[in-house]
């Protein structure tokens, strides 16, 4: 799979470019990965906060879903078509998947609302979110950097949470889902020691019925799914 064309390779980007071929698919950056091993940091780490504006950006304003990590997009798209009203935005880093995500919103013109955008989900929510602007954030099947030394590469930890907090609209849902037991007992933890964040389903089903490319995939294998839906309080 190509990228599309216009859009220079091993860069990070400041700003958020649309691409010229693909409506809807936005891009942060391309992460470089000639050693095989992402780079999880942008090459000069400093926080450049340029909220974007919703409508400039959607089409129309807010506030925004997000999936963090939609992978080849097929939670975003079966989710868009149910809900016409708000924009949802899927984030993934990896070119390839991320293009054939914004592939298939070309082949569905009915979702203008919906958008992918090819970067880092962490820089895309410190540098672009604007203040209480999300009412939902999906994280399902994040990578889980399973072996020890990896763990800090982990997105879900304090400083993506201060993020959603910052991002979040009062009692926005936060929908949580993996295959993988000890990212699931870490990620707990973190939940329960949030005091803004509130259990509301410790054991939730697919978010309204619609499974991710990956959660069909485990279920076919018969591996056990740990969901829950929790929500942002934002009135302590
Ligand atoms: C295991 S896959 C799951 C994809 C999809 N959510 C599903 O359930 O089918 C995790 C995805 O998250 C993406 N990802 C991981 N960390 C990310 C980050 N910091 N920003 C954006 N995407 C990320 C990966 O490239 C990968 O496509």
């Known amino acids: 799979m190509s990228l599309p064309a216009g859009l220079p390779s091993y860069e990070f980007l400041r700003s958020l470019q649309p691409s010229t071929d693909l409506p809807g698919y936005y891009h942060l950056r391309i992460r470089k990965q000639a050693d095989g091993r992402l780079p999880l940091l ?17 089409g129309k304003p807010g506030p925004i879903e997000i999936e963090i990590g939609c992978g080849k997009g097929g939670f975003l798209v079966e989710y868009c078509e149910k809900h016409p009203d708000f924009p949802v935005v899927g984030l993934e880093w990896e070119p ?16 203008p609302h919906a958008r992918v955008l090819l970067g880092d989900a962490f820089y895309f929510f410190r540098d672009f979110l604007p203040e209480s602007g999300v009412r939902a954030f999906h994280m399902y099947f994040p990578d889980p950097w399973p072996k020890k030394r990896h763990h800090k590469n982990r997105l879900m930890a304090h400083p993506f949470m201060a993020q959603v907090l910052r991002t979040a609209l009062p009692d926005a849902p936060f929908y949580w889902g993996t295959d993988h037991q000890e990212y699931n007992a870490e990620a707990q933890e973190l939940f329960a020691s949030l005091p803004w964040l509130e259990m509301v389903e410790p054991n939730a089903e697919p978010t309204e019925g619609i499974m991710t490319n990956f959660e069909k995939k485990y279920r076919k294998q018969g591996k056990p799914i740990y969901r829950c839906v929790m929500r942002v309080r934002k009135d302590l």
């Open 42 to 58: 942008a090459p000069d780490g400093i926080p450049a906060f340029t909220p974007i504006s919703m409508e400039a950006f959607f």
């Open 96 to 111: 390839e998947i991320a293009c054939l995500a914004a592939r298939r919103l070309v082949k569905r013109p009915h979702i």
